[in-house]
């Protein structure tokens, strides 16, 4: 770390000013960040630090990524904003060349990753009803303990997080949670009545638990006339080594939830992307938001699915992850429980807490994050160098000695 110029508020200060004003829904590093390019970002007294969490994914091609950059500059001197009233010149090339990456004949943009969760939610609900025949009230949409889906009400309803859900009722109904993994548990859960499994092909907020091989493909024969719905939204774009972390399994699920690194990093842009048949249901007047689709999101998201489409980042994740893994894979296992994950994603499980590892590593430039108690997580983007890779893990060597 090196200082290159002064701060007008220096980190100290602003961190007051973020504690005193902001409300305390989340635990960061102290760290007060004013600048980034690639995988590094810089703070306010000029400090230079590698970022190892690719803010959870959204950050896939790093910060700032010159395409990325050329193309919202291009689009912010045409148009941003003419909300979904009208249409514009970047909404239905966005939507035809999302769909075809995907595989599937529509899109339903939103904004934030929990907005197209809720509106996978509404799809498979509307779906069964009205295509499936589920007498009314009765949908059950299945999910998995330790899911991961976002923040709204509807979502943390069926949360087995504590933190994530408690003082937060009444709760939607409508739910059944099983464990992840539990292929049994899974096929008494499902019944007539069932329109969707939600699933995280990969659970990132629980630690990057990689399902057991073979239950992705278990899942997606369990659903049999009920929607499998995969919430790639952390897993997705690249970050496994594929496009999508299903293709793990060759498993084609009937709705995708994408959002993240869909916006580059630049602004939140999600989607829900499926066929006719299921994204059909929606008719004027019954689901929307002002923001979903707008111009600069979708020109942006336009460029994402242009570069997805050479394949190079998905090869990165592949060849750069093999060795992250094979490294974290030598650390002694008095220091390291377990390491999960696939491509450039690792969940480190400690045999202590994770939290001083994080600092620990904040002090030698190193950016990572703990979660829950014991587990480090790693997710650079996915332009990092196989050097700064490399030089990230020699400090989490260090530090894990240290300790
Ligand atoms: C799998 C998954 N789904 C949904 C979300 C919610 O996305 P957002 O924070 O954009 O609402 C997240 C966020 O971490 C996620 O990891």
Redesign the pocket.
């Known amino acids: 770390m090196s200082s290159t110029k002064e701060p007008l508020l220096n980190t100290y200060d602003l961190r007051a000013l973020s504690d005193e004003h902001s409300a305390h829904n989340y635990h960061p590093l102290p760290i007060v960040i004013s600048e980034a390019e690639g995988a590094w970002v810089t703070d306010v007294e000029g400090n230079r630090y590698l970022d190892m969490l690719a803010a959870?994914s959204a950050v896939n091609f790093g910060h700032r990524h010159p395409r990325l950059i050329e193309a919202a500059e291009r689009q912010l001197g045409r148009v941003t904003l003419v909300s979904r009233a009208f249409d514009h010149d970047q909404f239905g090339p966005f939507v035809a060349e999302l769909a075809e990456l995907a595989g599937k004949d529509m899109v339903l943009p939103m904004n934030?990753?929990?907005e197209a969760?809720e509106t996978a939610l509404k799809t498979a609900r509307k779906w069964g009803y009205e295509v499936k025949g589920v007498p009314a009230e009765q949908a059950n949409i299945v999910t998995f303990e330790g899911n991961?889906?976002?923040?709204t009400t509807t979502i943390v309803s069926f949360s087995t997080d504590p933190d994530a859900r408690n003082s937060y009722g009444p709760f939607t109904p409508g739910f059944r949670t099983v464990p992840y993994g539990d292929v049994a548990a899974l096929r008494d859960a499902v019944d007539e009545n069932t329109v969707g499994v939600l699933i995280?092909p990969i659970q990132?907020?629980a630690g990057v638990n990689v399902p057991p091989s073979g239950f992705l493909t278990a899942v997606r024969e369990i659903c049999g006339d009920s929607l499998m719905i995969a919430?790639e939204?952390?897993s997705g774009l690249g970050r496994t080594g594929t496009t999508f972390a299903v293709e793990h399994e060759n498993v084609v699920p009937d709705i995708y939830i994408l959002?993240?690194a869909l916006g580059g990093g630049i602004l939140?842009i999600?989607a829900v992307v499926a066929d006719k048949d299921i994204l059909g249901v929606f008719k004027p007047g019954q689901h929307g938001s002002t923001f979903g689709g707008n111009p600069l999101a979708c020109a942006i998201a336009r460029e994402v699915i242009a570069m997805l489409k050479t394949g190079e980042f998905q090869e990165r994740s592949r060849t750069l992850g093999a060795h992250l893994h094979e490294r974290l894979g030598r650390l002694p296992s008095h220091q390291v429980r377990e390491v999960r994950g696939r491509g450039l994603w690792a969940g480190v499980e400690l045999n202590g807490k994770a939290r001083p590892v994080s600092e620990k590593l904040m002090e030698r430039g190193v950016l990572a994050k703990e979660t829950h108690e014991t587990t480090l997580r790693l997710a650079p983007p996915l332009v990092v160098t196989q050097e700064d890779l490399d030089w990230a893990l020699d400090h989490l060597e260090a530090v894990l000695t240290e300790l």
């Open positions: 959870y934030s990753g929990a969760v991961f889906h976002g923040r995280e990132g907020e919430d939204i952390q959002g993240k939140p999600s």
